[in-house]
């Protein structure tokens, strides 16, 4: 039997994975205020049971995911700090109310700068030199930028606090601490009574990402400069500076400067994971797009001859693609049990990707299979959230429950838990 734990979540995502033998797999941290309320507690009686941790995943470095995970190594280097001033007599030293994690035995991760040859610093000297004109113009500055930042450098505290240095835990130990990528091996990563395929990233990916963000911040400092050349931008802001006035050319400059400073950032290539036991088995898509899904699945051998699969349960993607390519997806690849983390597509949900399932899934009424959407937040959350977004997507999910007549099922997280738990057993 595998067990999967979601963890609740309205800005992260975070599921612990147990095989039969009760050996444990955690897939990303979600935000460190989700991590202290709702995973910490759970992961401390793992550790009292003594039990570890086998590994950590961190599908992608990106907030919401390595936020907890941080916070779960922050944590356990208090411990030990802790430990050390105990034992060496320093009884008036303060430990901190966090509970103590259990240990790690290896984290996957690929860092941002391993994916993006790219640092912290070198991204916030490029967005200090845009901070000047938004500021001036008034110009709403993009989340984009700051939450990447954010993300960026929550990865470089992550590997420095992995760093022999500090906690010391190999990172990707299976390939020599090199980034993870889709495996060639056939038998899958075996972790305990659990073996664990490594679906993507695909090399080429990769190896397009630093090149992809050298383009980015290349072109968006181009654009910047034409802009402020062709307007004489320089000139006013010096001027404004001087005088300490709103200028009025300043504000009419805001529409044509907006569009630079939101210029689309490139992702980052997400670890995807398909977990089996025995004939059970979950695929975990990180972040990637449903085209990078379908193509990792067929190149890893896992489609059939009709460019299908199915797995037990399927962690819903976060990146939904064209309306005909998303509910291409689901007719390809099916579930019995669909897991939907309610902080998808940055806290809203996609409407595009729910309708892709349920159009795929009831399509053909002959052909009809029961199946289950499982929700990490409780329904009654859901209902009192003020976002018009998030409203429209919950009422559009319940008009294509009743209207599947029983095929489709939805569960919610009870009101007070900390996680929803799904087992998995397998068939035979």
């Given at each position: 039997m595998m067990l999967i734990t979601a963890f609740r979540g309205q800005l992260g995502h975070s599921i612990l994975i147990t095989g039969?033998?009760?050996?444990?797999?955690l897939i990303d941290g979600g935000t460190a205020a989700e991590y202290r309320a709702h995973i910490a507690p759970l992961?401390?009686?793992?550790?009292?049971?003594?039990?570890k941790l086998r590994c950590i995943c961190l599908t992608a470095p990106v907030l919401g995911r390595i936020d907890g995970i941080v916070q779960l190594f922050e944590d356990a280097v208090h411990h030990r700090i802790a430990a050390y001033q105990h034992n060496t007599g320093n009884r008036e030293?303060?430990?901190?109310?966090a509970p103590q994690p259990p240990a790690v035995g290896a984290v996957w991760f690929n860092s941002v700068h391993e994916l993006a040859g790219i640092t912290a610093a070198g991204l916030a000297e490029q967005l200090e030199a845009q901070a000047t004109w938004i500021a001036l113009v008034k110009a709403q500055a993009p989340a984009a930028p700051k939450s990447v930042l954010a993300a960026i450098q929550q990865s470089e505290r992550l590997a420095a606090l992995l760093s022999p240095r500090e906690l010391g835990i190999p990172r990707n130990p299976e390939v020599d601490g090199r980034p993870l990528r889709q495996q060639d091996r056939a038998n899958g990563i075996?972790?305990?009574?659990?073996?664990?395929?490594?679906?993507?990233?695909?090399?080429?990916d990769l190896e397009s990402c630093g090149g992809d963000w050298t383009r980015w911040l290349r072109e968006t400092n181009e654009a910047h400069a034409r802009l402020m050349e062709r307007a004489g931008l320089q000139a006013v802001v010096r001027a404004a500076i001087a005088a300490s006035d709103r200028h009025e050319s300043i504000f009419a400059l805001a529409a044509a400067l907006r569009?630079?400073?939101a210029a689309g950032i490139p992702d980052l290539p997400s670890i995807i994971l398909l977990i089996r036991e025995k004939q059970a088995s979950m695929l975990i898509p990180g972040t990637a797009s449903v085209d990078t899904i379908l193509l990792g699945l067929a190149r890893s051998g896992r489609l059939d001859s009709d460019g299908a699969a199915h797995f037990n349960v399927l962690q819903l993607p976060v990146s939904a693609s064209a309306r005909t390519a998303t509910e291409d997806f689901f007719r390809r690849i099916t579930a019995d049990h669909y897991l939907l983390a309610t902080g998808s597509v940055n806290r809203r949900p996609s409407v595009e990707m729910i309708e892709g399932l349920f159009?795929?899934?009831l399509a053909d009424a002959r052909?009809?299979?029961p199946f289950t959407v499982w929700v990490n937040d409780d329904a009654t959350s859901i209902e009192s959230a003020s976002n018009a977004d998030v409203q429209r997507f919950w009422d559009h999910v319940a008009s294509r429950i009743k209207l599947s007549r029983g095929t489709a099922r939805c569960k919610f997280l009870p009101r007070r838990a900390d996680a929803l738990r799904l087992e998995v057993r397998a068939k035979g």
């Amino acid at each position: 039997m595998m067990l999967i734990t979601a963890f609740r979540g309205q800005l992260g995502h975070s599921i612990l994975i147990t095989g039969r033998d009760n050996v444990d797999m955690l897939i990303d941290g979600g935000t460190a205020a989700e991590y202290r309320a709702h995973i910490a507690p759970l992961l401390a009686r793992v550790r009292r049971n003594g039990r570890k941790l086998r590994c950590i995943c961190l599908t992608a470095p990106v907030l919401g995911r390595i936020d907890g995970i941080v916070q779960l190594f922050e944590d356990a280097v208090h411990h030990r700090i802790a430990a050390y001033q105990h034992n060496t007599g320093n009884r008036e030293f303060r430990k901190t109310a966090a509970p103590q994690p259990p240990a790690v035995g290896a984290v996957w991760f690929n860092s941002v700068h391993e994916l993006a040859g790219i640092t912290a610093a070198g991204l916030a000297e490029q967005l200090e030199a845009q901070a000047t004109w938004i500021a001036l113009v008034k110009a709403q500055a993009p989340a984009a930028p700051k939450s990447v930042l954010a993300a960026i450098q929550q990865s470089e505290r992550l590997a420095a606090l992995l760093s022999p240095r500090e906690l010391g835990i190999p990172r990707n130990p299976e390939v020599d601490g090199r980034p993870l990528r889709q495996q060639d091996r056939a038998n899958g990563i075996r972790l305990g009574a659990l073996t664990v395929d490594v679906i993507g990233p695909l090399p080429h990916d990769l190896e397009s990402c630093g090149g992809d963000w050298t383009r980015w911040l290349r072109e968006t400092n181009e654009a910047h400069a034409r802009l402020m050349e062709r307007a004489g931008l320089q000139a006013v802001v010096r001027a404004a500076i001087a005088a300490s006035d709103r200028h009025e050319s300043i504000f009419a400059l805001a529409a044509a400067l907006r569009p630079a400073a939101a210029a689309g950032i490139p992702d980052l290539p997400s670890i995807i994971l398909l977990i089996r036991e025995k004939q059970a088995s979950m695929l975990i898509p990180g972040t990637a797009s449903v085209d990078t899904i379908l193509l990792g699945l067929a190149r890893s051998g896992r489609l059939d001859s009709d460019g299908a699969a199915h797995f037990n349960v399927l962690q819903l993607p976060v990146s939904a693609s064209a309306r005909t390519a998303t509910e291409d997806f689901f007719r390809r690849i099916t579930a019995d049990h669909y897991l939907l983390a309610t902080g998808s597509v940055n806290r809203r949900p996609s409407v595009e990707m729910i309708e892709g399932l349920f159009s795929a899934r009831l399509a053909d009424a002959r052909a009809r299979k029961p199946f289950t959407v499982w929700v990490n937040d409780d329904a009654t959350s859901i209902e009192s959230a003020s976002n018009a977004d998030v409203q429209r997507f919950w009422d559009h999910v319940a008009s294509r429950i009743k209207l599947s007549r029983g095929t489709a099922r939805c569960k919610f997280l009870p009101r007070r838990a900390d996680a929803l738990r799904l087992e998995v057993r397998a068939k035979g």
